[in-house]
């Protein structure tokens, strides 16, 4: 079973539209998640990183962790055409190591 | 802030040369930086931790004798493929860890072998 599953799309969507995208994992000791946003061709953005398990809104992102059912989710509200892009969720392993889910490619059509 | 830079972004050499690819944080010290490996359409592996002043430590299954790591200084890394072959064709990312749990990566360096 890998670490960090994430169903890699591709996703589309209308411009205005709410994006869910979800992860699982399978080590219930992980306590960091994050998520990362790729352009093509581009390095990733760090977008948010939580602790635990709850809510953290930024903005139009929010970030839920569900620690009970293992499972990582981010929001997108009013969603743009500057938001197709590639979002990885990540896990934090130990003190440093990231593992990365397979990331999901979201298209945001005008 | 934050900011991380690669250099070059894109490089074509031929098979059984090497190639030093070059992260540097450019507004912040980073006493670690990590170097992945991107696949197209596949997500990040981690090669190795580069903490500086000291040597990497390789992931599970990574050359070290290929991907050698040198972290000569708190703002740079570089990354030297040593005879690359094509299938060392790649986009390679670096990252450094700047407080807490928070990684900024770089732009990447897309790798061409021929």
């Known amino acids: 079973q890998k670490e960090v599953e994430q169903d890699p799309g591709p996703l589309s969507v209308p411009e205005g539209a709410i994006v869910s995208l979800n992860c699982t994992y399978s080590n219930s000791a992980f306590q960091y998640f994050m998520w990362y946003r790729q352009y093509s061709r581009k390095g990733p953005e760090l977008l948010m990183y939580?602790?635990?398990?709850g809510n953290k809104e930024d903005g139009r992102f929010t970030a839920q962790v569900d620690k009970s059912s293992k499972y990582i989710s981010l929001f997108i509200r009013d969603s743009q055409p500057s938001d197709s892009a590639t979002y990885l969720c990540a896990i934090l392993q130990g003190a440093q190591k990231l593992v990365f889910g397979q990331g999901t490619r979201l298209t945001i059509n005008p | 802030g934050a900011v991380v830079s690669q250099h070059p972004s894109w490089v074509i050499c031929k098979s059984g040369t090497s190639v030093k690819i070059e992260c540097r944080s450019l507004?912040?010290?980073?006493?670690?930086m990590f170097w992945y490996r991107q696949f197209p359409k596949q997500s990040l592996m981690l090669m190795a931790t580069?903490?500086?002043?000291?040597?990497?430590?390789?992931e599970q299954g990574v050359e070290k004798d290929k991907f050698l790591i040198n972290h000569a200084s708190l703002t740079l890394s570089t990354l030297t493929v040593t005879s690359a072959h094509p299938e060392d064709s790649s986009f390679y990312i670096c990252?450094?860890?700047?407080?807490?749990?928070?990684?900024?990566f770089g732009p990447g360096t897309r790798l061409t072998v021929t």
């Open positions: 507004d912040f010290q980073a006493t670690t």
């Open positions: 580069s903490n500086e002043g000291s040597k990497a430590t390789y």
């Open positions: 990252s450094a860890k700047r407080v807490s749990y928070e990684q900024y």
């Open positions: 939580t602790y635990s398990s």
